[in-house]
C-alpha cells in the first residue's frame, strides 16, 4: 500500500468500508481540492466527463461513506440539498456558514468576534450540563438572503 495520505484516509475509513477504491480516491480528491461546497450532482458532473465509470450511485455512496469516517462534512442548505465539504482537520479552519436560501450561495465564516466565541462555548457548556451531553463539536448554520437575493439585489424579485 502507498504512504501518505491515501493511505492514512484509507485508514480512517477503513470501519466504514472494506476497500478503499479508485473512484473513492477520485471523489475524495476533487473534495480536497475544491474551494467549494459540492453537492453529489455537482460531483457528479465534474467527475463524469474524465471518468464516465462513476455513477452518481457511487458518488452518493461514498459521500455518505466519507462523511461517516469523517473526513468531510455534511452541509444542509434548507432547500433540501445536502452538500459536501472536506474537513482540513485543524483547529484553523473552523468556521460556520451564511447559507442563502435564494440561490444556494454557502459563505464560510471564519473571523469571529471573541463575544461570538464566549457566546458560543457557553451554550455548550449549558447544554453538556443541562442534558449530560459530551459535547465534541458543532456546526451552526445561519439560513437567510444574501446582497443579491434580498429585496432590492441584482437577484430579487422585488426591486
Known sequence: MKTGKRSAHHNQVGDHCSRWTVPREEIFNLLIQSQQHLSAKEAYAILNPSNPAIGLTTIYRTLDLLDRAGLVRRVNTGDGQVRFEYRRGHDSDHHH?????GCGKILNYRDFEKEELDLVRKTEDI????????????????LGLCP????????????
Open 148 to 159: 443579491d437575493c434580498r429585496p432590492g439585489g441584482k437577484n430579487s424579485p422585488l426591486k
Open 127 to 142: 447544554l453538556a450540563k443541562k442534558y449530560g451531553f459530551l459535547i465534541r463539536e458543532h456546526n451552526i448554520e445561519f
Open 97 to 101: 456558514h451564511l447559507i442563502c436560501t
